[in-house]
Each structure stands twice: as structure tokens, then as C-alpha cells.
């Protein structure tokens, strides 16, 4: 996977006369923090910023540049990203610096791959869509492919049946069910039209009675 750059830059703490401040410019206040390296204020271009999670969400590894340095200065990975609860805008991110040598727990998406051979209401549902991983920055799958092809009436696909690529554990519990094949639910009564023409006779008996009352009333 080619590697993903970000470019930030150091800003004053501040308060809410600031966050607003750096909203307005379209830019994200946050925060790097990590072994070996002092906490750090900074900010990030909106539009960039929403592009990277929106596309490989928040279990890559960045190279975090901040301006005026070398790129590539930082190895980060995000930790957490706040959202304004009324606009639905990221409003804070937190970014933790990581150690190419030391192991991360992150996540990697789960994608079901084929196309089985399933007939009548059956059909394949995908109950997991994401697994919690352990490995080093360098070992972090792009996602945990699945292959579908063979899953027949019943058959359930659990956290302990994942191929994983070398150097990558689970750590998510491995009796959860990442996929199966199950009936659609199709238990919803259906209507018939003696059913119809009853539950009409009944609503306008209804009204009838009502207008009567309502004429002795007045």
C-alpha cells in the first residue's frame, strides 16, 4: 500500500476562540502524542483529513509532516476523532506516534469475497465487519479477505475460521460469527383481500357511529 501523507502544523492550546478560529479556516485542531515525543498541539486541513479516514479509516499508519520539517517525521496512527454533535463535523482528532519495532492493536476490515450457491430464501449475512488486530505497523492488512464460494444452508463463519496474513493475531473473542447462511425473514403476515375488504367495512362502521354520536351530542 503506498504510504499515506498528512501534513500538519503546531498551533497554540487555546480555547473555544481558537477551535472556532481554526474551523472557520477549514482546518481540525488536534493532538500527537506517543512514546519518546512531548505531547504536541496541532491542526490539519479539513477536507484532507476526511479524506483519509473516508477511505482507509483509522487503522493505517500516517506519515504525520509537520510543516517546516522533513516529511515523513512521524509515524502516527489515529486514536480518536471527536464529531460536533449538532453539524456532524469532525471537530477533533487525536493522533498517537507509533514505533515501527513495537506491535499496535488496531482493526482490519472484513470483506466477503465469491459467490455461493444458495437457493430458495437463503442468503449469506455478514454479522462482523471489523476484527481487532495485533502486529507491527509494517504488518497492518489492508483487509482480512473471507472466501464465501462453498458456504451451503447453515454453515456459519467464525472469528477462529480467519486466514490470517503472518505476523497478524486476533484479538477479538474467536466464537463471534463473522458470517452465515440463514432464511431471509419473510415472517411478516400477508394481507389478503377478504382481510382488506373486512378491516374497510369495519372503518367505515366506525366513523358511522361516530358521526352518530357526535349529531345526538349536538
Do not use: W
Amino acid at each position: 500500500m503506498a504510504d499515506i501523507n498528512l501534513e500538519v502544523e503546531k498551533r497554540s492550546k487555546g480555547g473555544r476562540a481558537t477551535r472556532n478560529k481554526l474551523h472557520k479556516e477549514g482546518r481540525i485542531p488536534g493532538v500527537m502524542y506517543g512514546k519518546e515525543v512531548d505531547s504536541m498541539s496541532l491542526s490539519v486541513d479539513a477536507v484532507d483529513m476526511e479524506k483519509i479516514l473516508k477511505k482507509f479509516g483509522s487503522s493505517k499508519i500516517i506519515n504525520l509532516n509537520l510543516k517546516g520539517e522533513a516529511e515523513g517525521g512521524h509515524k502516527v496512527m489515529v486514536r480518536d476523532v471527536q464529531n460536533d454533535p449538532i453539524r456532524g463535523e469532525i471537530s477533533h482528532v487525536d493522533f498517537q506516534k507509533v514505533s515501527m519495532k513495537d506491535k499496535v492493536k488496531t482493526t482490519a476490515r472484513i470483506v466477503l469475497e465469491g459467490e455461493p450457491e444458495l437457493t430458495g430464501d437463503i442468503t449469506v449475512q455478514q454479522q462482523l465487519r471489523l476484527v481487532d488486530i495485533e502486529c507491527l505497523p509494517s504488518e497492518i492488512p489492508e483487509d482480512i479477505k473471507v472466501d464465501i464460494s462453498n458456504l451451503g444452508e447453515g454453515d456459519v463463519i467464525h472469528v477462529t475460521d480467519l486466514r490470517l496474513p503472518d505476523g497478524v493475531k486476533v484479538t477479538s473473542d474467536p466464537t463471534t460469527v463473522v458470517a452465515s447462511a440463514t432464511y431471509l425473514n419473510t415472517n411478516e403476515p400477508e394481507t389478503t383481500p377478504e382481510e382488506v375488504e373486512e378491516s374497510t367495512e369495519e372503518k367505515d362502521t366506525t366513523e358511522e357511529e361516530e358521526v352518530k354520536e357526535n349529531q345526538e351530542e349536538g
